[in-house]
């Protein structure tokens, strides 16, 4: 049985049983009652000592079910989920600024998104309550991952996604057989509907925003840099650890793990947590600078999967900034396009423009003093580079067409590529 006790309104304080509330508090409603899981700490402290983690054999997120909602640990699916790799980049530390940094290939997972992590929770708290059909509104990564964590369930999957949806993340939908609708309009508008659509027709509700179980999934991240940096750095920690920022529940989770690992004994100290928005769509920001609640406001930037300019899960995402002492800084759509060819030349890492927008919010962080160059950098980068294809080839341009003779070779030797790559890194 799951150590869970309880969950909390985090706007009212009011607690519940599990089996007492669906996915939100009554009183608040689903706009301001988002609700956070507890559990008996003392009981997950017996269960996740550091030498117990040294020894279990499994890698994956379910090597944390001590600190995990799950009741039912024979409906664990099958797709590996987690236990992502992290890579000392010094190369791309002195091109940021930073002391040190480390990257989080979160595009590693079985869907190639940080995504996978919710949705691998969101299908079992779905199988335990008997649902025949999940769904879930998503800009791709979140739909994606649910469609492929649902098909090896068993388990039905309806997709509600905008139209700008990128067509890579579209066909990953279609290929695990999911039933997709494309919405002409917002992700918003899309979300609204399956919020309307759920209701009626009774299908689980995996968005994020609302159900407090998904971002459970979203914290292992931190659960895991709290390990691997106890095998990395014995004793210390990232002063900072970053990550790109959409409707605030990737945020909220991060900051919940690591609060988590502390509280355990297995991180030595909290860092700052720097979130990171694109200018075209930057509530967080813009609501953290004038010290106000939030204004939501259009979304436009190429960075579809942090499009969302109505973020549900506001409160949880702006408490793990303030109470870190930490930052938001937002980025263009230009120095995210950028981000993508000088991750992969400096890092080895191939990320999508959200992925790769902590990145880019590095730098800003620093030319603004936010983050000192005497400090350490520790950026999840949460989807694979091939989840945009479109984007990639924008940031790196073309290859240089040549016949099949080593006189054009010679030729192609002198030419650059439509869109200098080198230019594009060190932009």
Same mark, same amino acid.
């Given at each position: 049985?799951?150590?869970?006790?309880?969950?909390?309104?985090?706007?009212?304080?009011?607690?519940?049983?599990?089996?007492?509330?669906?996915?939100?508090?009554?009183?608040?409603?689903?706009?301001?009652?988002?609700?956070?899981?507890?559990?008996?700490?003392?009981?997950?402290?017996?269960?996740?000592?550091?030498?117990?983690?040294?020894?279990?054999?499994?890698?994956?997120?379910?090597?944390?079910?001590?600190?995990?909602?799950?009741?039912?640990?024979?409906?664990?699916?099958?797709?590996?989920?987690?236990?992502?790799?992290?890579?000392?980049?010094?190369?791309?530390?002195?091109?940021?600024?930073?002391?040190?940094?480390?990257?989080?290939?979160?595009?590693?997972?079985?869907?190639?998104?940080?995504?996978?992590?919710?949705?691998?929770?969101?299908?079992?708290?779905?199988?335990?309550?008997?649902?025949?059909?999940?769904?879930?509104?998503?800009?791709?990564?979140?739909?994606?991952?649910?469609?492929?964590?649902?098909?090896?369930?068993?388990?039905?999957a309806v997709i509600f996604v905008p139209a700008h949806a990128p067509p890579a993340k579209v066909a990953q939908l279609l290929v695990y057989g999911a039933q997709v609708f494309s919405v002409d309009g917002t992700y918003d508008e899309a979300w609204e509907l399956c919020?309307?659509?759920?209701?009626?027709?009774?299908?689980?509700?995996?968005?994020?925003?609302?159900?407090?179980?998904?971002?459970?999934?979203?914290?292992?991240?931190?659960?895991?840099?709290?390990?691997?940096?106890?095998?990395?750095?014995?004793?210390?920690?990232?002063?900072?650890?970053?990550?790109?920022?959409?409707?605030?529940?990737?945020?909220?989770?991060?900051?919940?793990?690591?609060?988590?690992?502390?509280? =355990?004994?297995?991180? $030595?100290? !909290?860092?700052?947590?720097? *979130? @990171?928005?694109? #200018?075209?769509?930057?509530?967080?920001?813009? %609501?953290?600078?004038?010290?106000?609640?939030?204004?939501?406001?259009?979304?436009?930037?190429?960075?579809?999967?942090?499009?969302?300019?109505?973020?549900?899960?506001?409160?949880?995402?702006?408490?793990?900034?303030?109470?870190?002492?930490?930052?938001?800084?937002?980025?263009?759509?230009?120095?995210? =396009?950028?981000?993508? $060819?000088? !991750?992969?030349?400096?890092? *080895? @890492?191939?990320? #999508?423009?959200?992925?790769?927008?902590?990145? %880019?919010?590095?730098?800003?962080?620093?030319?603004?003093?936010?983050?000192?160059?005497?400090?350490?950098?520790?950026?999840?980068?949460?989807?694979?580079?091939?989840?945009?294809?479109?984007?990639?080839?924008?940031?790196?341009?073309?290859?240089?067409?040549?016949?099949?003779?080593?006189?054009?070779?010679?030729?192609?030797?002198?030419?650059?590529?439509?869109?200098?790559?080198?230019?594009?890194?060190?932009?």
């Amino acid at each position: 049985m799951s150590n869970q006790t309880e969950l909390r309104c985090i706007h009212c304080a009011r607690t519940y049983r599990a089996d007492a509330v669906e996915y939100f508090c009554p009183v608040c409603g689903h706009n301001n009652g988002i609700l956070d899981v507890l559990y008996d700490y003392d009981a997950a402290k017996a269960e996740l000592t550091r030498e117990q983690l040294a020894a279990n054999p499994d890698r994956s997120i379910w090597r944390y079910l001590p600190l995990l909602p799950v009741n039912d640990a024979s409906l664990l699916p099958r797709l590996q989920v987690g236990c992502t790799p992290i890579y000392d980049a010094p190369r791309l530390a002195s091109e940021l600024g930073v002391a040190r940094c480390w990257v989080k290939d979160e595009g590693r997972n079985s869907t190639a998104s940080f995504k996978d992590r919710a949705s691998a929770v969101g299908v079992v708290k779905a199988l335990e309550q008997k649902a025949a059909t999940i769904a879930c509104a998503s800009t791709g990564n979140a739909a994606s991952s649910l469609a492929g964590f649902a098909a090896a369930a068993g388990i039905a999957a309806v997709i509600f996604v905008p139209a700008h949806a990128p067509p890579a993340k579209v066909a990953q939908l279609l290929v695990y057989g999911a039933q997709v609708f494309s919405v002409d309009g917002t992700y918003d508008e899309a979300w609204e509907l399956c919020m309307e659509a759920s209701a009626e027709f009774g299908w689980y509700n995996r968005n994020c925003a609302i159900n407090p179980y998904l971002v459970e999934g979203k914290k292992t991240v931190s659960l895991e840099l709290a390990e691997q940096f106890l095998a990395l750095t014995p004793g210390s920690f990232a002063d900072w650890v970053v990550v790109s920022v959409g409707d605030g529940c990737t945020i909220a989770g991060l900051w919940k793990g690591l609060r988590e690992m502390h509280l =355990l004994g297995i991180l $030595p100290r !909290l860092p700052r947590i720097l *979130g @990171v928005q694109a #200018e075209g769509c930057n509530p967080f920001e813009i %609501a953290w600078r004038g010290n106000g609640e939030l204004v939501p406001c259009a979304a436009r930037t190429l960075a579809d999967s942090i499009a969302v300019g109505h973020p549900r899960n506001f409160r949880k995402g702006m408490n793990a900034v303030i109470e870190s002492g930490g930052a938001f800084v937002s980025v263009a759509d230009e120095e995210i =396009l950028a981000s993508i $060819p000088l !991750l992969a030349q400096r890092a *080895g @890492v191939f990320g #999508e423009p959200a992925g790769v927008a902590g990145m %880019a919010g590095v730098r800003r962080a620093v030319e603004r003093g936010l983050i000192h160059r005497s400090e350490s950098v520790a950026i999840v980068m949460t989807g694979n580079g091939l989840k945009d294809i479109k984007s990639a080839m924008r940031s790196a341009g073309e290859a240089i067409p040549i016949g099949p003779t080593l006189e054009e070779l010679r030729r192609g030797l002198h030419l650059e590529p439509a869109i200098s790559t080198r230019a594009v890194a060190t932009h």
